[in-house]
Every structure is written in C-alpha cells, then in structure tokens.
C-alpha cells in the first residue's frame, strides 16, 4: 500500500521559502521521486499588539507580518520523504510532516 508524506514549509522570508522548495524538488528529480506541488496557499498576515510604548495610549504601532506557506506531496518514497523531512534548514523555515497510507481499489 503506497505512502503519501505530506510536507507542509511556512516561512515570513518567501524568498528563502522558494529557495528550499527548488531545492526539495531538484532533490526530487534526481532521486526518481514521485513529487505533488508545492502547491502555495494564500499568505497569512498577522498583527501583534505591542504594548508600553510611548505614545499617549501606552502602545507601539503592532508588529504585522506574513507567512508563507508550500504543500509537497512525496508518493511511495519513503527514504527520500524521511531525509527531506529530517534536514536541517533556516531557523526562519518551519516544517511539518504528515503520513497517511493509502489502499489500492479493490483491497
């Protein structure tokens, strides 16, 4: 039954977030990996009040700023999906795994 690894990367640098996305899928191809995506979602934005300022209210301006996101999916690989998730990256790269086994028509 194959394996599918779901690989979702978020990062504020968007940049850097497409740099090690390139990468994953140069990685990929040479491997013979079976690769979906990345499949981007909408960037977040995010606001986060600050407080003790000094303004007359007692706050700084907030703090705003975006989050970027790429979903790979890894078919039926499972050593390639195992060191890609492994790697170490930027600090400013976050990365979560997920598996879910699938089963063929008819099993």
Same mark, same amino acid.
Request: net charge negative.
């Given at each position: 039954?194959? *394996? ?18 390139? %990468? ?35 706050? *700084? %301006? ?17 050593? *390639? ?20 086994? *699938? ?5």
């Amino acid at each position: 039954m194959p *394996f599918i690894t779901r690989l979702t990367l978020k990062s504020g640098d968007g940049d850097l977030l497409e740099s090690v996305v390139s %990468d994953i899928k140069e990685r990929a191809g040479r491997k013979g990996a079976e690769l979906k995506g990345p499949h981007p979602k909408p960037p977040t934005r995010h606001s986060v009040p600050q407080y003790r300022g000094l303004r007359d209210d007692g706050r *700084f %301006d907030p703090w705003e700023y975006t989050v970027y996101s790429r979903v790979i999916e890894i078919i039926d690989h499972n050593e *390639f999906a195992r060191s890609v998730a492994g790697d170490d990256y930027p600090d400013s790269i976050h990365i979560a795994a997920d598996v879910e086994q *699938f089963s063929q028509t008819g099993e």
